[in-house]
């Protein structure tokens, strides 16, 4: 069984929020050297790999509809990523790496390769997986550790009463739609409500947040910490032994 974050050896956990008030703390550093906006919800505009991805919806729809037909065979978020267990509770939040911080799951690629293919094609792309949630789940209010990235979700399943679905990022309030994609920086706080009746995914992507050169330096030494991190570590180890012990025919 994965052991909760509330299990952890004390050291862990100490080194585990010791980094994270430090990333928050760095956010205003980062935001200096943006060259991007740091608005907490950014304009598809920015990013010209956006019209590419949402054209490849349909093929990445058909993968994703491919791994619901066994859902029990994907793990629940906190079942990989301990640390997330205050806002991951039970199965009603799934997800299916693709990328955990520049690392490669091939296996789970392999599973969908146009999918992948798809996410290949995004330069500076840090973290990728479907975020499945279930109905009438929400996501507590919380923060990403870092602004060194920003966030897509391209909307792959949404239910039919997508006014009921929503996350809010700061003060503004998002929908999604199958097929497009919406930006933002998760360093903001944020929640999530699936109101509805049907499962909301998204492809949830992580990417390099676009700065000077003082900035990108910075944010590379950023990264080099949390890839050594047990925030990045346990939850590719756990990834793993998912895998070995759910086989994919």
């Given at each position: 069984?994965?052991?909760?974050?509330?299990?952890a050896?004390l050291?862990?956990?100490a080194?585990?929020?010791g980094?994270?008030?430090?990333?928050r703390w760095?956010?205003?550093?980062?935001?200096?050297h943006?060259?991007?906006?740091t608005t907490?919800v950014?304009?598809n505009?920015?990013?010209d790999?956006?019209?590419k991805l949402?054209a490849?919806w349909?093929?990445?729809r058909?993968?994703l509809?491919h791994?619901?037909?066994?859902?029990?065979d994907i793990?629940?978020?906190?079942?990989?990523?301990p640390?997330?267990?205050?806002?991951?509770?039970g199965d009603?939040w799934k997800?299916f790496?693709?990328?955990?911080y520049s690392?490669?799951?091939?296996e789970?690629?392999?599973v969908?390769?146009?999918?992948?293919?798809?996410l290949?094609g995004i330069?500076g792309?840090?973290?990728?997986?479907?975020?499945?949630l279930?109905?009438q789940?929400?996501?507590?209010a919380?923060?990403?550790?870092?602004r060194?990235v920003?966030?897509?979700?391209?909307?792959?399943?949404?239910?039919?009463?997508?006014?009921n679905?929503?996350?809010r990022?700061?003060?503004?309030?998002?929908h999604?739609h199958e097929g497009?994609?919406?930006?933002f920086?998760d360093?903001y706080e944020?929640?999530?409500?699936?109101d509805?009746?049907?499962?909301r995914?998204?492809?949830?992507i992580?990417?390099?947040?676009p700065s000077?050169r003082i900035?990108?330096l910075f944010?590379?030494?950023?990264?080099a910490?949390?890839?050594a991190s047990?925030?990045?570590?346990?939850?590719?180890?756990?990834?793993?032994?998912w895998?070995?012990?759910?086989?994919?025919?």
């Amino acid at each position: 069984m994965t052991p909760t974050a509330s299990k952890a050896p004390l050291w862990r956990r100490a080194l585990i929020q010791g980094g994270k008030r430090f990333l928050r703390w760095s956010g205003d550093f980062q935001a200096k050297h943006s060259l991007v906006p740091t608005t907490p919800v950014i304009g598809n505009e920015v990013f010209d790999w956006v019209p590419k991805l949402e054209a490849a919806w349909p093929e990445i729809r058909k993968e994703l509809d491919h791994l619901l037909l066994h859902p029990e065979d994907i793990p629940a978020f906190h079942q990989l990523s301990p640390d997330q267990k205050r806002i991951s509770k039970g199965d009603n939040w799934k997800t299916f790496g693709f990328y955990i911080y520049s690392k490669r799951v091939d296996e789970n690629c392999a599973v969908c390769p146009n999918t992948a293919a798809a996410l290949d094609g995004i330069p500076g792309m840090r973290t990728a997986m479907f975020s499945i949630l279930k109905p009438q789940y929400r996501i507590a209010a919380h923060k990403g550790p870092t602004r060194a990235v920003i966030r897509a979700h391209l909307g792959v399943k949404v239910p039919k009463d997508w006014e009921n679905v929503w996350i809010r990022v700061d003060d503004q309030i998002l929908h999604w739609h199958e097929g497009k994609v919406v930006l933002f920086d998760d360093s903001y706080e944020h929640e999530v409500h699936n109101d509805t009746d049907e499962y909301r995914a998204v492809l949830f992507i992580d990417i390099d947040r676009p700065s000077d050169r003082i900035g990108a330096l910075f944010n590379r030494a950023i990264f080099a910490l949390i890839q050594a991190s047990p925030y990045v570590k346990a939850p590719l180890k756990n990834l793993k032994k998912w895998n070995q012990e759910h086989k994919r025919g």
